[in-house]
């Protein structure tokens, strides 16, 4: 699934697509992108505007948080991991897949 093109995605770029039907976030942080499933694992909220600091995105509803790198949650309330995304940059534009 395309993003878009690499230059129209700035630092700090959040955004949503869907790869197989379902929801992925991506963010993109220090000059890397990453792609995590749009929901928290605890509530079933979506991590789409949540912070982004310290490799990690927190959840707004209630404070959990997921390292963008591994899916991992590094908080509570949430205890499972986010599934991850492949992100890819080929000529100029970003791409999502399935892992």
């Known amino acids: 699934m395309m993003v878009g ?17 379902v929801g992925v976030l991506v963010v993109r942080y220090e ?4 792609a995590l499933r749009n ?4 509530k079933d909220f979506p991590l789409l505007g949540g912070e982004v600091a310290l490799g ?5 509803k209630h404070g959990a948080k997921f390292e963008l790198s ?15 995304y492949r992100t890819e940059v080929e000529d100029g534009e970003v791409y999502v897949s399935a892992l």
């Open 39 to 42: 929901n928290c694992t605890h």
């Open 70 to 84: 591994t899916g991992k949650a590094k908080t509570l309330p949430a205890v499972k991991p986010v599934r991850l």
């Open 31 to 34: 000059g890397q992108f990453y």
């Open 5 to 21: 093109k690499e230059q129209e995605l700035p630092e700090g770029w959040q955004g949503e697509v869907l790869v197989g039907g």
């Open 56 to 60: 990690r995105i927190t959840c707004e």
